[in-house]
């Protein structure tokens, strides 16, 4: 389960890059390590009751709201919408007096059922617990199921169909299981459509529940299927004296109640399911019950009342039957809307609610969610990715090329890869007259070139001038397959500090290289980036591409150079424009710097003079559509720009009277129309840019 809520979650979300998984743990403690992910579950598996804490148990299973749980060291942090489950062992003895036919149990007994997990705690709290989350408990002959109610008396569900209360796991799925447990994940050959339809009832539950004014309603209403799900259906036979029904009789006309078992109602016999035949009303049946009137039966209420006697306390009520091809939509002001368009009696409604359900329902054709989803599969994020397998990636040298290579080898490796010059024939370095003679063999000492001319003869070591690899003496000196083995490891992702200690190589040495290839980079990026174009900006051809901003760092000023004594924080703010499908032409600015107070969140976004002074030299007239952030400077008019934006900050509004946290867009579809009269749709967001920001931080 928590894997489908995941993949639902991944699903709706349009999140990239992730997957779907749980973590588990014997106490909340464990889960402060990371950052609370939406398609994550936490699973607390077996915790010790004395230990947990009713707050935190109440914090742990609310689930829609953002929440911490109580740590060693800090709070644990829970998100929203986050799939939640606790297990444990600690239960009562199997129930008493229960029969093999009942359906329900006492809630008093099924509290008493649980009492051992929640010690000594009191009603209340095992109410408010019970109130957020769904309750399973497996016992011996049976499965019971308490559905989220604050209720003591709510309704609880005795399963025991199909044996389900002793194993959960079906026959065809356990030898997989296995296999998992040894530490190997295998899927069945029936995995993918498992999963398909997993989803498609995920999702079609989703669309019931949007129907129902609040939970508790839809709560009900699963409780009412379940028990038709379990209860027997009793049928008797008409009477000899009955009158003759038209048409086959349903099945049911006489049944048991919805509950049966232990619980508060006994077993009675269900006046509503009798039929009542009245000739002189052919589209109308008579409704007789104490309960109010349904808001359904003010719509064509027949004028014509049946002559038979009704009790005072009884209401009579004549309702409309809706032909089974209609679909009811909504009740407002009293009036029934369904899919097809009713017959009325009456004018049509002019104004007010019923005119809005009616023009928005009956004349449009909405898009539905199937609709969207297909949309968005068929739009690509990245039009022509390049896809590397980085499990199959393999380099041309690896750290076995230069494991017991004497310096002869090295260099002619390194000279092969272009990674040192070939100095012969070229002009000396030293002198700048003579010419240089081929690669020289010097025993153990590095090979070396020397220069031809009589007067000069220097000789002229391979990492001459070269802006990485050193030949210093003493303690930071060290052969060429020595650093050559480090700069390998250092672009493989392995910090300095570790290829100290593979390598033995001294701390200052691999300081100093660090900074000789940052320098190197610098170097090498405003070159390229000098010839970089964005954009064809001819025939019909468009590029997509992101611009954002990032800080990467933050200092102090003197107050003596503060121009406000109040401001003296000072940001390193930096602007990225990258073509999606090309991270090679990453577009890298940095911002003018901006004085702040020291407990500011930040510089901000980009200023707009800023913005467009790059924007006009880079994307005018390149036939560019922009995506970006909500921040107002990337708005501004950029003549042969199409921009589109997504809102990366949650934001609390107005929802049905409450207010509900709205949760922030990374990914959305975006239509925007050519100049040359086309329409086309793309996914609007920065993650392409955002990914090169966490690469470089």
């Known amino acids: 389960m928590a894997m489908a809520i995941g993949r639902y979650h991944i699903r709706r979300l349009g999140l990239h890059g992730v997957k779907p998984g749980w973590r588990r743990g014997k106490s909340l403690d464990n889960f402060r390590q990371r950052s609370p992910q939406i398609q994550e579950a936490l699973f607390l598996d077996d915790p010790s009751g004395r230990r947990l804490d009713m707050a935190d148990l109440k914090s742990f299973v609310t689930t829609d709201e953002d929440g911490t749980v109580s740590g060693r060291y800090n709070d644990a942090r829970l998100t929203r919408n986050q799939f939640r489950a606790l297990a444990s062992n600690d239960t009562g003895d199997e129930p008493e007096g229960v029969l093999p036919s009942d359906t329900t149990l006492d809630p008093e007994a099924f509290i008493k059922l649980l009492g051992p997990l929640f010690a000594d705690a009191h009603k209340k709290d095992i109410l408010a617990v019970l109130k957020r989350c769904t309750t399973f408990a497996f016992t011996n002959s049976a499965l019971y199921v308490r559905l989220p109610s604050e209720r003591p008396d709510a309704i609880v569900h005795r399963i025991a169909k199909g044996d389900i209360h002793k194993d959960l796991l079906a026959e065809k799925d356990k030898h997989l299981y296995n296999t998992y447990k040894t530490g190997l994940t295998v899927y069945g050959a029936s995995h993918a459509a498992e999963v398909e339809q997993e989803q498609a009832m995920i999702d079609e539950r989703a669309e019931y529940l949007a129907g129902f004014p609040n939970i508790k ?50 077993n009675r016999v269900d006046r509503a399911s009798f039929v009542i035949p009245d000739s002189s009303v052919s589209k109308a049946r008579r409704i007789r019950g104490k309960s109010p009137v349904p808001e359904t039966a003010l719509l064509g209420m027949a004028a014509s009342a049946s002559s038979a006697p ?62 969207q989803m297909k949309k968005w599969k068929e739009t690509p994020y990245v039009k022509n990715p390049i896809k590397i397998r980085v499990d199959r990636l393999k380099w041309k040298r690896n750290l076995k090329d230069f494991i017991g290579v004497d310096e002869d080898a090295t260099v002619k490796i390194l000279t092969e890869d272009g990674l040192l010059p070939d100095w012969t024939r070229m002009t000396c370095p030293f002198c700048n007259l003579g010419a240089v003679s081929g690669l020289q063999s010097r025993g153990r000492l590095t090979p070396r070139y020397r220069c031809r001319r009589k007067a000069c003869h220097k000789f002229i070591l391979p990492q001459h001038l070269h802006p990485i690899f050193t030949s210093t003496m003493g303690p930071e000196g060290h052969s060429l397959a020595l650093q050559a083995s480090a700069l390998l490891l250092r672009l493989a992702g392995m910090p ?14 691999l300081e100093r290289m660090e900074k000789n290839l940052a320098t190197t980079r610098k170097s090498f990026v405003e070159r390229e980036q000098a010839r970089m174009v964005l954009g064809s900006g001819k025939g019909t051809k468009w590029t997509e591409v992101e611009a954002d901003e990032a800080v990467f760092d933050k200092y102090l000023i003197p107050a003596e150079d503060a121009p406000n004594p109040d401001k003296a924080m000072k940001w390193d703010q930096w602007l990225g424009i990258v073509p999606r499908g090309k991270p090679s032409s990453l577009l890298l600015f940095r911002l003018r710097s901006l004085i702040t107070h020291k407990r500011a969140p930040g510089p901000g976004a980009v200023r707009k003079d800023d913005w467009v002074k790059i924007a006009n030299k880079w994307l005018k007239d390149r036939s560019i559509i922009l995506h970006t952030d909500s921040a107002r400077s990337y708005r501004s008019k950029i003549r042969g720009v199409l921009h589109d934006a997504v809102v990366h900050q949650k934001k609390k509004v107005l929802r049905g009277g409450k207010m509900v946290w709205q949760p922030p867009t990374f990914v959305r579809l975006a239509k925007h129309k050519l100049p040359d009269g086309r329409r086309i749709t793309v996914k609007a967001g920065t993650q392409v840019i955002d990914r090169a920001w966490r690469f470089l931080k």
């Open 217 to 266: 309603n839809y709560v009900q209403d699963c409780n009412n299927a379940l028990q038709t799900w379990l209860r027997p259906v009793r049928v008797l036979p008409d009477s000899p004296d009955s009158p003759q029904q038209n048409g086959e009789q349903p099945a049911g006309d006489l049944r048991l109640s919805l509950y049966i078992g232990t619980g508060p109602k006994v």
């Open 310 to 371: 009704l009790h005072p306390d009884e209401q009579e009520t004549l309702v409309p039957e809706i032909d089974p091809d209609e679909e009811v939509l909504y009740v407002a002001m009293g009036k029934q809307v369904i899919k097809k368009k009713p017959f009325c009696r009456f004018p049509c409604a002019k104004k007010g609610k019923p005119r809005f359900i009616l023009k928005n329902n009956l004349t449009k054709t909405p898009t539905g969610s199937k609709a």
């Open 496 to 509: 300095l500090s570790s290829i100290h200690i593979v390598l033995d190589i001294n701390h200052k040495a």
